[in-house]
């Protein structure tokens, strides 16, 4: 069975709704954590009943669970460890045949059940929901993906801070804008409330939540304007780069906005030997450092000579020691 890739968020809120209807009689609905997909699906289905599922459960409590619910949508949510119990297995078979009606059965005798009225085998018109973040390999899961329809959820930041805006259920306007534009980890909604846990007791900078490289501590940590400087400033060394952007950036920072920047294709960066140590200089893309002029026989070769670095020199054959290295 093929897997429908859901990008939208109101894609995924038509597609709760279908399944509240039962328009879509056996779904599996995977995807990375974080991403809101039980809390759209269950507003999706809103108030029409349905039995949801959540954590580690006994067969016999689902068993239960399923007789007393008959008929009614039931939604599995984050229940990887339920789903290892072979009779919970047997039990989900069942559940999610495509017949119109399904024959549950526990299929030992069970003195619980005797005395709680629930008979060993009953009919049901249930529909199955299955959220995860992940699809396992054995178990039950091959069954679930041949019966099931798959549907993979993965959004964008954007996508998913545009429907945070839209719900209102978040309101530092700093931290989404941010988490919008700037963060590079895996889009995961939680990490709004840990920013803003961090943002509040002002403790280090929220900023890193969203993945270190990500940060902008100062507008000068910006690709674009690296880029900028760069072009306006052939040649130039990281050490020169740092003090033209600001000495507050820090030296991690602008060496991620400098791979940015060079990956963007504006500029290229450029190493050679002067004064017998390496040194990494800047250009735009498109031009050539100057060749050094040619010796003649009696004079030195400069690369030979013992290297000397002068505090305070900034020249486009400059060295930066402590974060060339990574640039190499």
Known sequence: MSTLRITKMKDLKKLGRNIATGKVPAVMVVGPPGQRKTQTLME????????????????????????????????????????????VQELLRDL???????????????????????????VTTSHLCVVANVIGTGGVWPALKSRCMEVEVEFTWEELIEDVRRQMWFKDEEILTY?????????????????????????GDWRLVFGSAAVHLSPAVDPTRIA????????ISLRGLHRQLGNNVKKELLNDALEQAIS????????????GRPAVTFWPAGSQPPQPPERTKSEPDPTAAEAT???????????YPDIAGAML
Not at 48 to 68: M, V
Not at 191 to 201: P, S, T, V
Not at 309 to 319: A, I, Q
């Open 264 to 275: 963007g294709g504006r500029i290229r960066k450029e190493k050679r030997l002067t004064g």
């Open 96 to 122: 999610s045949e495509s017949t119109k009606t399904k024959r549950i059965s526990w299929r030992t005798q069970s003195k619980i059940l005797e005395e709680k009225g629930i008979p060993n085998s009953f």
């Open 44 to 87: 999706a289905i809103g108030k029409r009943p349905h039995l949801p599922l959540r954590g580690r459960l006994s067969a016999l409590y689902l068993y239960e669970e399923l007789y007393r619910h008959r008929d009614l949508l039931v939604v599995l949510d984050d229940t990887a460890e339920m789903l290892k119990d072979r009779n």
């Open 228 to 235: 900028d400087a760069i072009v306006s400033s052939p040649g």
């Open 179 to 203: 988490a919008e534009k700037n963060a590079r980890c895996r889009p995961d909604l939680r990490l709004l409330d840990k920013a803003l846990n961090q943002k509040r007791i002002r403790l």
């Open 309 to 319: 670095l002068v505090e305070g020199d900034v020249s486009p054959g400059d060295t």
